[in-house]
Nanobody, 118 residues
Framework: QGQLVESGGGLVQPGGSLTLSCAASGSIFAISTMGWYRQAPGKQRELVATITNGGSTNYADSVKGRFTISRLNAKNTCWLQMMSLKPEDTAVYYC????????????WGQGTQVTVSS
């Protein structure tokens, strides 16, 4: 069974920092891209950041300069460093991995809650 497990969410004050981690099981083969998405109540799930196997990154405009995504390919692990957090960052954050060779399949974690509030 392939699965992703997120951790690191919690309550933080505006301007604070959090680091989320995502661990993909070893049964997930040939991960090409890993990323973080978030979904706030009443809103669509949106892309936060992605990183390819080669290290190329992509960020949503709303988090550029504040968030940093990284990964360790050998351990199928991905991190999202979040700084200068704002109340609008409050959401459930989901890890995603795209994997496969001839055909790719998307794997999703169960999500971790991030709440930014004073």
């Amino acid at each position: 069974q392939g699965q992703l497990v997120e951790s690191g969410g919690g309550l933080v004050q505006p301007g604070g920092s959090l680091t989320l981690s995502c661990a993909a099981s070893g049964s997930i083969f040939a991960i090409s891209t890993m990323g973080w998405y978030r979904q706030a109540p009443g809103k669509q799930r949106e892309l936060v950041a992605t990183i390819t196997n080669g290290g190329s990154t992509n960020y949503a405009d709303s988090v550029k300069g504040r968030f940093t995504i990284s990964r360790l390919n050998a351990k199928n692990t991905c991190w999202l460093q979040m700084m200068s957090l704002k109340p609008e960052d409050t959401a459930v954050y989901y890890c995603k991995a795209s994997a496969g060779v001839a055909i790719r399949w998307d794997y999703w974690g169960q999500g971790t809650q991030v709440t930014v509030s004073s």
